[in-house]
Each structure stands twice: as structure tokens, then as C-alpha cells.
């Protein structure tokens, strides 16, 4: 079945570092865009970053951009977000998500309802 694990959370002070990790099975993820996205306590959930299954383009939240990086190993089934100069307010549960086979593009990227499969989510807190 299909499955989503993440991992890599923890606790870091501002301005660190964190990779999380995204491991995939029970499909291949070469066919499929990949998204993250978080949930602060009291907040909806939003996306932060996603990579297409074609050519890799990658999107980003503009509250990340510059300092999150998206990339994705085929091989490993395995898609990864290195978070850089984290800031409190980065603190959530952090989730990836598979984006449903013919979705594609920005359109719409960050809509949770494009994305049919969610992990169970990894915490991250940015606190001195």
C-alpha cells in the first residue's frame, strides 16, 4: 500500500538547521509531484514547498523561499527538505504528500485537496 514516512524533525535553536526526509513505498515516485507542508498549533495547514515528478521544478511558500531547499533521489524513494535559518515561527508538524497523478504545474499547488496521500508528519521546534 501506499505509504509516506517522514522523518528528521527535532528540536533546533534559530537561525539552524534541519533535514527532513520523506520516505516513500507502495508506488513509484518518479510519476508523482511530492509536496510539504506544515501545521503550527491553532493554524491550518500550508504548504511550504513541493518538486514535480517532471524535470524537478520545484515551488516554494514565499515565507520559505531562500531558505528551504526541496530535492528528491528517485533511486531512494526518498524526497528531502533541508530547512536553513530556521525562525520560531517555522515551529510545526511538518508533513509531505503525494499530489494526485494528473495534477501538475503551480496552479493550485498548495490546495491540500490536490494531494491523496499524507504522511503522519514529523514535529520541528525553533526555540532558544
Known amino acids: 500500500q501506499v505509504q509516506l514516512v517522514e522523518s528528521g524533525g527535532g528540536l533546533v535553536q534559530p537561525g539552524g538547521s534541519l533535514i527532513l526526509s520523506c520516505a516513500a513505498s507502495?508506488?513509484?515516485?518518479?510519476?508523482?509531484?511530492i509536496g510539504w507542508f506544515r501545521q503550527a498549533p491553532g493554524k491550518e495547514r500550508e504548504g511550504v514547498s513541493c518538486?514535480?515528478?517532471?524535470?524537478?521544478?520545484?515551488y516554494y511558500a514565499d515565507f520559505v523561499k531562500g531558505r528551504f531547499t526541496i530535492s528528491r533521489d528517485n533511486a531512494k524513494n526518498t524526497v528531502y527538505l533541508q530547512m536553513n535559518s530556521l525562525k520560531p515561527e517555522d515551529t510545526a508538524v511538518y508533513f509531505c504528500?503525494?499530489?494526485?497523478?494528473?495534477?501538475?504545474?503551480?496552479?493550485?499547488?498548495w490546495g491540500v485537496g490536490q494531494y491523496d496521500y499524507w504522511g503522519q508528519g514529523t514535529q520541528v521546534t525553533v526555540s532558544s
Open positions: 504528500a503525494r499530489r494526485r497523478a494528473y495534477e501538475s504545474g503551480s496552479y493550485g499547488v
Open positions: 507502495g508506488f513509484t515516485l518518479d510519476y508523482y509531484d
Open positions: 518538486i514535480s515528478k517532471a524535470y524537478g521544478t520545484t
